[in-house]
């Protein structure tokens, strides 16, 4: 699933540009290549309402999205030539200043509440920002245990899918509140030259569009007794194989043997006792967020088992830590002293449901990246238990434990949710 969502991010890049490569070249010839009376209209078109509660507070939001919707306008006066899906994420700001924003699903082939493609229990993944005005940090709602959780600010009530038009979409965006995050905010984790293509500046800390997590599973009989044969003599509570020692190998063979272990019991079972298929518990938010006892996905006819357990997961290198204005932030970094690669707060089972969203930041110059690839990098959890073996520097989202293990019981295995869509635009 991690590697369908990177090619699909990937992929949706090239079409953009390419989509606004051609827009630009006509535009220099003065004009468009079509007009509005004689393009063929492929879009479909839906409306999503949410209704949920904030620290108390009711809320209902009622969105008009578009699936390759061609001349787009802003209320900011840019355009664009073609979004694929519009807006895949749209928030609003709450009376504290925070802001939440929920993620679009991808009802594009005409699924609604009413034809079943959309089930009657549908719960879109929905985020927290602390900030409505930068969006750069948020708290992601990825399955029902988040609202279980004593620390949840949200209560969801319903969500529900409708067929809308072309017209609907066209006053909606046109007349319709405005969406708490901007097109400079959303594109901003992409490279110059992609902002340029798109006509847009640069803005920092940018939206915070990935949404870290680690699932937490116990580890069955036979696998406990594979990670004792890994598990390091001096070990502390959580661990993991040192990648700092080029241990590839011995991390390939416990990876393996692991998954044949699932293979063989044809589940995994979460922290909490709950049995799930093997490889289960984890979908696109394209397709709406899980629910513990299982649900029907957008789109799909058929129904997932449950949930897995997520936990959220930052890094000290998370944009929104750092100053915004260049000075200061070189200045951070020359003072700089050491690095958490990774935090898991799991703090007993409280956090279970939530994701971080953010972008990682990077050093402003190489001089100071290779300077702050260079200091030492800890994996912690609950921001004070260290992780034995993790890697000891970072190295820019490159260098990372994909697994911790708590003792031989239990293994945290890192999982990341993207909340852009192929094309996407706010």
Known sequence: MRVRTAVAAVGGFILLALAWVAATANQRMGQWSFTKDAYVDRGTYFRLKVDFAYKGEQQHYDIVVGCNVLNIHYKDSSSTYE??????????RMSDNKAVVVRAPDACR?????????????????VVYDNADTVAFGIGYMTDDAYRSPKSVLRFDKATVERATRAEFDSFRADGPQNIVTRSQYHSAQNDYQLGLLGLTRTYPAFGRSCSAFSRWRLSGPEREIVRKYRPSNAARYWTIS???LDTTTQASLTSEIREARKKAKKQTRDDGLALEINGGFWDPDFGALRRDGVQLVGLRGSTEGAAAFYPADSSMRQDKWPVEQAARTAAYETLQSVITTNVDVDDGRNRGFAYCYLGDRPPTKELRDKVWALPATTTIDGKEVVAGAPEHWGYGFDRAEFVFDGDEYVLERVLFNLESTRGDP
Do not use: E, H, K
Not at 116 to 122: I, R
């Open 110 to 126: 005409g699924d609604t509440t009413a034809n079943g493609g959309v089930p009657a229990d549908f719960l879109p993944v929905m």
């Open 83 to 92: 979004a694929g899906l519009i807006p895949t994420v749209w928030g609003q």
């Open 243 to 245: 990648q700092t020692l």
